[in-house]
């Protein structure tokens, strides 16, 4: 082997593994090395095995593995591939395979720099005054989601990730030991006496212990809202790493529990996941039914100690609104603080005129949009400050008064 290219080739796939995520170090690729030596080149199920064993070392790194390990190690037969390219081909009426998870990371490990080379060598260098223009981080921020390409969906992702994350504490009934003279504990101040046989009564003092309040997500994801949540996933996601007892719910025509799912360390695993769990995405909406079924449910379990509600959706309910209205009512007064995440606000002229938005407006606390970056990172500093003004709904609610 050592004549070969294999070795070299072992080494510039654990490069690609490391791009995508993965951790091989120098000693990982030795190994791998040796045991291919050792096994012989056998099988293709062999060699991915001894692969895997060496450069796998969690769970959740497998799919981008495997998904790495077929393009890199695939036949590359150039004449077959002119000979197919050349001939006349039918309409492939078959449904298109989905992507997998880990697919998007370990292309852009295996072609970026290629990409970046023969960017850099067609290109012709172009001197630009751009001291009166908008950069392009800034363009992302402000761009809609929907109208986003998949590179950069790609790096509005990586953007989410450096977004400073709400570090809100809520004080909550249980008490802690404290150095401040805030409130006598008379108990520790008895224990503390008892241990210099009461000689000596020094005061303890305790105070409300603080918390990060839960944050319970109930995220649309019929069609109209399919691409938002989406997005807004992997915002989430960041959260779920981050921070602890964040709830999920997906909701289309029924509710889906996606928590344990969010908790996946790879968000595109994680994504998967919700995706393989969840019947009716992209599909129709009963928001009602759906709040109902998890106030009755859900409530008592996610929405204790002062517990925040992000309800994602543009509120187009197909049934009647009466019980949207009630189940509304019942969830604002279940929570200290519910926000209503509606991408229709990115439209200037919006105007609470459905039904289903007039039925819910008056049960929350803030109106927010969640169609771009921008919205997202005031999203993060309004759950950090609290209520703030730039999600207030008076005016919409002036507009129900006035109809």
Known sequence: MGDGRFADNIVFFARVLRKAGLKPGPGAVADAIEAVDVIGI????????????????????????????RIFWRSRDLVAKMIAMMSPVAADAREKEKAKAGASRVSDALYAERQRRQTEKDDPDIEV?????????EVLRAMDFAQMSAQELALARREMERLVLPLDRVKVRRFAPSHRPVRIDPRATM?????????????????????????????DISGSMSQYTRVFLHFLHVLTEKRRRVHTFLFGTRLSNVSRQMKNRDP???????????????????????????????????????????????????DEVGQLSHEMDRLHRSCRRLVWLNPLLRFDGFEAKARGVRAMLPHVDEFRSVHNLNSLGDLARALA?????DGDLRRFLQTLRTD
């Open 42 to 69: 056998g099988s293709r199920d062999e060699f991915h095995a001894a692969l895997s064993s060496i450069f796998v070392k969690r769970h959740e790194d497998q799919p981008v593995f495997d998904e790495a390990f």
């Open 129 to 137: 005054d751009a001291r009166f223009t908008t950069s392009g981080n």
């Open 191 to 219: 224990r503390g006496a008892l241990r210099s046989g009461g000689k000596l009564i020094l005061p303890r003092y305790r105070a409300r212990r603080e918390m990060h309040p839960p944050l319970v997500v109930l995220a």
């Open 268 to 318: 595109d695993d994680a994504l998967a996941e919700c995706t393989r769990l969840v019947r009716d995405w992209s599909g129709g909406t009963r928001i009602g039914e759906v709040l109902h079924e998890f106030n009755r449910t859900w409530s008592r379990r996610v929405l204790g100690q002062g517990a925040v509600v992000l309800l994602i959706t543009d509120g187009l309910e197909r």
């Open 385 to 389: 400050v609290g209520r703030s003004s």
